[in-house]
């Protein structure tokens, strides 16, 4: 496919504005090609530190950049804010929920991933995930409003159930968000309710493995887990939900009572995928070719979340990295296509896996090394520091982050939106 189709320059649509997207976008920079991206969403999300939005150390501000603004100096790039509904390979079109669309050349698929609640996605009402900024600050909400809940109990057995936490699922995301709800209690909260003290708060991870970060080492699983129990934070291994309600949740043999649960147990793949027309795995991951391309169209390109990569024979993780080299990849396909060269080979560089803990505690499994505590921590800060988007940004979650470590404060403790998250506020009848 040559750089001049019919005098117009190949038109190149990327869907998603998530960090392959974007990788794959500024790849295309000065490529002999139009760029129009497409997403649902105005900004691009650093979901790695969402978890912080959630827990009132940063504002959502702080973690999401405006697309255009990102894109604004490439001239041959376009951005449109719209939300794809099916995708049709053979017409080599896209239609969006509106009714519009749009047609391309070449197409790289980067829509990432959605919560999966395996089967039971009656849980969602009362066990929120969080995959976007609505999400964060709807728990933001939840976890703010329980304690002004538990303010008000009227009883022990209500006020204990609403400083009840419980949070599903021991990978990054779990570990992370209970260990900073956890120092959110017992540290930015103290002094400030006169009828029950917030570090009596009991926050609880539930993880169905035999151990918590199933993806790291085994020893930092166990580092991982000492430090969130010496913070408080009760840990459950080996334990399987049976059933999630308003009231609390069911496990192997017994009950917690909590009025707010928090899901972080598991991903599934946009379901965009399934208009791809090719195989997927059960989590809906398609299935791609070596070089990214989707099986039968060597003009569309899968990465990310939604791509399923077997390498050394297993999976290329869905992490933030992949997404970043899949969609650079996929942008250096294309022109190697333009120039009549074909394509490589994907090869995912694994350059450690990092999880924080607590204040100046988090474990980093790098390559050729271990490491845990405060070192593990500060490359962890100055990792997310580095692939924070925007200069802006970058310094606004510095100074959040060091003020915060200097006083302990949080100072996004604002509750927005709905001033309930439960329409009864009585006594719960457990």
């Known amino acids: 496919m040559g750089s001049d189709m019919d005098g117009r320059k190949p038109k190149v649509v990327i869907l998603g504005g998530g960090f392959g997207g974007l990788a794959a ?5 000065d490529a002999p090609v139009s760029v129009t991206l497409v997403d649902r969403r105005n900004h691009h999300l650093f979901q790695p530190l ?10 959502a501000s702080d973690v999401a950049e405006p697309i255009r603004k990102v894109l604004a100096d490439q001239p041959n790039t376009e951005v449109l804010l719209a939300e794809v509904d099916r995708i049709d390979v053979d017409a080599k079109t896209l239609t969006f929920t509106d009714g519009d669309g749009l047609g391309y050349d070449y197409l790289i698929v980067a829509a990432g991933a959605t919560h999966s609640y395996f089967g039971h996605d009656e849980w969602e009402e009362n066990a929120p995930s969080m995959k976007n900024i609505e999400d964060a ?6 976890l703010l409003l329980a304690f002004e809940a538990a303010e008000r109990a009227k009883d022990p057995e209500s006020r204990e159930a609403w400083l009840t936490f419980v949070i599903v699922g021991g990978g990054p995301t779990g570990v992370e968000l209970a260990g900073s709800l956890a120092e959110m209690a017992r540290h930015a909260l103290k002094g400030e309710f006169r009828h029950f003290e917030p570090a009596t708060a009991r926050v609880v991870l539930i993880e169905g493995l035999e151990r ?36 609390g949740v069911d496990l192997d043999g017994h009950r917690i009572k909590s009025r707010t649960v928090l899901w972080a147990a598991g991903v599934r793949a946009s379901p965009i995928g399934e208009s791809l027309g090719a195989e997927l795995d059960r989590s809906g991951r398609v299935t791609v070719e070596p070089d990214l391309s989707l099986p039968g169209h060597r003009e569309v390109f899968v990465v990310g979340d939604l791509a399923l990569v077997v390498q050394d024979g297993k999976p290329v993780p869905g992490v933030a990295q992949a997404a970043l080299q899949g969609g650079r990849h996929a942008a250096s396909c294309i022109v190697a296509s ?50 924070l988007i925007g200069f802006r940004n970058r310094l606004f979650v510095m100074a959040s982050w060091s003020y915060a470590f200097l006083t302990h404060d949080r100072g996004a403790r604002l509750i927005t939106g709905s001033p309930q998250v439960r329409s009864r506020w009585e006594k719960p009848r457990y």
């Open 137 to 142: 600050l709807d728990v933001r909400r939840r």
């Open 50 to 59: 969402l978890y912080q939005v959630a827990t009132a150390s940063l504002n």
């Open 25 to 29: 976008a500024r790849e295309l920079r």
């Open 212 to 247: 918590v970060l199933p993806g790291f080492p085994p020893k930092l699983s166990a580092w991982a887990r000492k430090d969130l129990e010496s913070m408080g934070v009760e840990v459950q291994t080996g334990t399987m939900v049976k059933s999630i309600d308003e009231y």
């Open 338 to 387: 333009l120039s009549g060269k074909p394509s490589t080979p994907f090869r995912y560089k694994d350059k450690g896996m990092l999880a924080a803990i607590g204040r100046a505690a988090a474990v980093a499994d790098l390559p050729n090394v271990e490491l845990t505590g405060s070192v593990a921590w500060v490359i962890w800060a100055l990792v997310h520091i580095y692939f």
